[in-house]
């Protein structure tokens, strides 16, 4: 016998079954005991939370010949029959691919028979919001006055994609997202029915994970077991096979972008994909974990609104205490919109990094809460006393930090260009990459464009040049082997030259320029022979 999913096996029979639905239960069942039935009901709401199943209890009970309070009683041959799919007083439609007008005459001419056996014919159209605008005036009269023995059950994700002349004609029922309470019991109830071991905390992430879904929690947790089958579901087992990761990485994450330290975000990054974990998903609770430090800011109270422990909820509410809420709204926008690229794109990876310099660097964006940002690093200098040093004497390097300005430093900017004497072919080579390298990091791709535009080219000797940065966030983008080798081949591929590259960070004002001249340029412009030692 094959294998039947646990949102099917569990789909609820009764009106005491459903979750967290009692504001509509509760009417139809009243409705049903009244014998106030109406010929027109209108489900809404989110995926997953019981519109469909209603909508079958909800026919099963009309038919009945048993009704125990409003519900079925799932004993009767009318119930066996729904149950079954046999009945043919219960007809399923899936507007999505039988949206035309002939799909809707169709319907309009079998109402005109009344059932063989049973009380009502229901018509349970699903997805309606995806009938055309011919089938919507199709349905409209029949759906207006339609025969005493016919009931229309229409289900939507999209109601305001429905006419109002449609929406006039229905009971209208808004389903609530299932909050993480209810979904953590029934899945605690299916896991003790089936036998599976499994703990508290998994379960509630499974529950926060389907997002007020009863039937996507269900079915997350149905993947988990079915990956560490016969094995107890943990906590660290389930953000296993969900590519998630704990709160405690994004409290790590969230510090070392505090610190603007891109190059251990980047590099953190390289660790998430090296275990398999989901940059989307990463991004999308990274994004969670943001929102519940607003809410920490915001009051004492927040802690209702969060589904978390005491030592997760600590360490939130000390993240939250080391930024301002204009920092984490700008951060909270930044990833939001990167997300909604990043599902779009087959470069993930990239699209992050550069969100993540963003962030680090608010200097490269002018919206307001950018410019507050700037605003809040610098008072923070200035109590901390670093700006009224460097007015002294010091200056700041290229990552933000501040320091003495060195003799090196001074030396460098006051010197000449420094003369280096090469062999014709280094020269040749040199100058060739050199004049063409916009065109080399255009041809190799968007991801290393604009971290490689600025560098610049030293000879290393025989087939070597090294990449000079002087900026420490494209220094640890530019400088991983992928990008260097990407580089290499390219060169190789369209100039016919095997030349090994290396890398290396120099801050701009310790970095001495080089004029590179072959021993026969050298003699012409000094008029004098040179004997190379």
Not at 113 to 137: C, Q, W
Not at 214 to 227: H, K, N, P
Request: aromatic share 8%; net charge negative.
């Amino acid at each position: 016998m094959s294998y039947t999913a646990l949102y099917r096996k569990w789909r609820p029979a009764t009106f005491d079954e459903v979750k967290g639905q009692d504001h509509i239960v509760i009417t139809l069942k009243n409705q049903i005991n009244s014998g106030r039935i109406g010929h027109a009901y209108l489900f809404c709401g989110t995926r997953g939370t019981g519109k469909t199943s209603v909508a079958k209890i909800f026919a099963k009970a009309v038919n009945c010949e048993h009704p125990v309070d409003g519900n079925p009683c799932g004993e009767c041959a009318s119930c066996r029959a729904i149950a079954s799919g046999a009945s043919m007083n219960v007809v399923e439609i899936d507007a999505a691919s039988n949206n035309g007008v002939d799909n809707i005459r169709q319907i309009r001419d079998e109402v005109e028979y009344s059932p063989a056996d049973g009380k009502f014919r229901v018509y349970i159209i699903d997805e309606v919001h995806m009938l055309s605008t011919g089938a919507f005036n199709a349905l409209l009269k029949t759906l207006e006055e339609p025969p005493s023995y016919v009931i229309f059950i229409l289900a939507t994700t999209e109601a305001h994609r429905i006419p109002i002349t449609v929406l006039s004609r229905c009971q209208r029922y808004d389903f609530r997202r299932i909050d993480g309470d209810t979904i953590t019991a029934r899945l605690a109830e299916m896991a003790a029915a089936e036998q599976i071991e499994v703990d508290d905390k998994a379960l509630r992430y499974v529950a926060k994970k389907g997002d007020g879904s009863l039937r996507d929690s269900i079915s997350l947790f149905d993947q988990c077991v079915a990956f560490y089958y016969g094995q107890r579901l943990t906590y660290e087992r389930v953000l296993d096979v969900l590519g998630a990761v704990d709160n405690e990485v994004y409290s790590q994450f969230f510090r070392t972008l505090g610190n603007k330290d891109v190059g251990q975000c980047l590099r953190q990054i390289e660790q998430l994909v090296l275990s398999g974990r989901d940059l989307t998903q990463f991004v999308s609770d990274f994004i969670w974990y943001l929102r519940g430090m607003l809410l920490a800011q915001t009051g004492e109270d927040s802690q209702d609104f969060l589904d978390m422990s005491e030592e997760d909820w600590r360490r939130l509410t000390e993240d939250a205490g080391l930024v301002s809420q204009e920092t984490v709204m700008r951060y909270i926008r930044v990833l939001s919109e990167t997300m909604n690229q990043m599902r779009f794109s087959a470069s993930k990876r990239v699209l992050l990094e550069i969100a993540l310099i963003r962030l680090a660097k608010p200097a490269m964006e002018t919206n307001l809460d950018s410019v507050l940002q700037r605003l809040e690093d610098l008072e923070r200098l200035v109590q901390s006393g670093a700006l009224i040093q460097a007015a002294g004497g010091a200056q700041a390097d290229g990552r933000g930090a501040v320091g003495p300005r060195s003799e090196t430093a001074e030396r460098a900017q006051a010197s000449e260009p420094e003369t280096v004497v090469l062999p014709q072919a280094q020269i040749d080579e040199l100058r060739l990459l050199s004049k063409d390298w916009k065109q080399i990091i255009g041809a190799v791709g968007h991801s290393v464009k604009y971290t490689l535009a600025d560098v610049k080219l030293e000879p290393r000797g025989e087939g070597r040049l090294e990449l000079i940065f002087h900026d420490r966030s494209s220094y640890d983008i530019g400088s991983r082997p992928s990008v260097l080798k990407e580089l290499r081949e390219y060169i190789a591929s369209a100039y016919q030259v095997d030349v090994e590259l290396s890398a290396s960070l120099i801050a701009q004002e310790e970095y001495v320029s080089k004029n590179y001249v072959t021993e026969e340029e050298l003699k012409q412009k000094f008029k004098v022979d040179i004997i190379m030692e």
